[in-house]
Every structure is written in C-alpha cells, then in structure tokens.
C-alpha cells in the first residue's frame, strides 16, 4: 500500500512567485493534515481536511496561503507570492475515519525561497 | 495552554551508549495521546509510538524504551546501545480530541558517532 506522497520533494523559488505543494494521501483516508517546519524549529500545524472541507485552518500564516482538497483525495497548497519567511519543510499526514490519532506523514516539500 | 518541550536541542553520543531523549508536555485535557516520531536524513517522519492519557505502563521495543509519568507530564524516549542509525532528529507530539491535531516540540537532534 502506498503512504502519502508529496510532490515536489525540493522547490526553490524566488520572492514574489508561486508555488504549489501537491499531496496525495492514504487512498481511503478523509482526514488529511498539512503541517509546516520552519528554520529548525517545531512542526506546527496548519490546516485540517476532512474529505473536501476544511475543518480546521486555524494554523494557516496569512491569506497568501491557499489550501484545497476538491473531492476528498488529493490537496494541495498554493504560496502566492511566496515570501523569504515561507521557506522551510512542508508536511503532509493523513489518518483514517475520525477518532483514529495516528496520522501517516508523507516526505515533506523542502521550500527555499530566495 | 497545550505546548510540548524538547529541552535537548542537540545530542552527540558514541556508538553503544545509552541515550535518553526528554519530552515534557502541558495540556489541561484528561484525554490526550503522546507520541514520537523520527526523521531520519532523508526527511520523512515515522511513526514509533502511540500512547494514551489512561495508560502509564512503560513500553519497551527493542532497543527503544518510553517511560510515561503523569505526575511530572514527562514522556521520554531511551535508546539503548546506540547505533549510528539511530542519528536522526526525533519529535515528541501530543494530540487531543479537542484540537483534532498534533502540537509538536522542536525536536532533539541525535548524532550517533562510531
């Protein structure tokens, strides 16, 4: 069985352009999380699918991050226009049906924005 | 306030010895879960253990062993006899059913030297 898979593994940007992070979770599983670690820092939550609605995007930085998961499979996560400080490892997890707590991490997206 | 705390930021053992890794965590939920992850160097993080508010037993895997004490909010992670495998940096988490997310610490880099 496949884990999650996130897409790219490494992109480098410049200031001002956009950029998309691409997640495909566990086929199966609604609850799909994106998590962000910033310049060695802890890993700090950002939002919370479950299926194609977003349950929880309280952690999301500002509104130049955009988050969607139409039909419930895979999501993704748009930076525009990306700035120095959104550089880091962006995470992927899923988990199965509400009330399981473990979550599956995909490899991370390393961003470096120049 | 939820929060966990990794104190060690880095720690550099040599192969064979024993190492404990600390994680303390704040939270004023009765029902929480407590876990570990490891990011090896190439950046995923796996998934080592999972483990409830309700349940104080220590857990022994191998090498590894996790020793969880309500009483001091601790949940720290043993290796025994490391091996320079082990080197990676390792997370403490802590999810509750009412955030429906994992809080990370800042994670212990542990270098294992031959």
Redesign the interface.
Known sequence: EAGVTQFP?HSVIEKGQTVTLRCDPISGHDNL?W?RRVM??????LL?FVKESK??ES?MPNNRFLAERTGGTYSTLKVQPAELEDSG?Y?C?SSPS?GN????????T?LTVV | AQKVTQAQTEISVVEKEDVTLDCVYETRDTTYYLFWYKQPPSGELVFLIRRNSFDEQNEISGRYSWNFQKSTSSFNFTITASQVVDSAVYFCALWMDSSYKLIFGSGTRLLVRP
């Open positions: 593994s999380y998590y060695g820092k802890e890993i700090k939550f919370h349950q929880d952690g490892v995470f997890a509400q707590t473990e979550a599956f991490f995909g490899q991370g390393r």
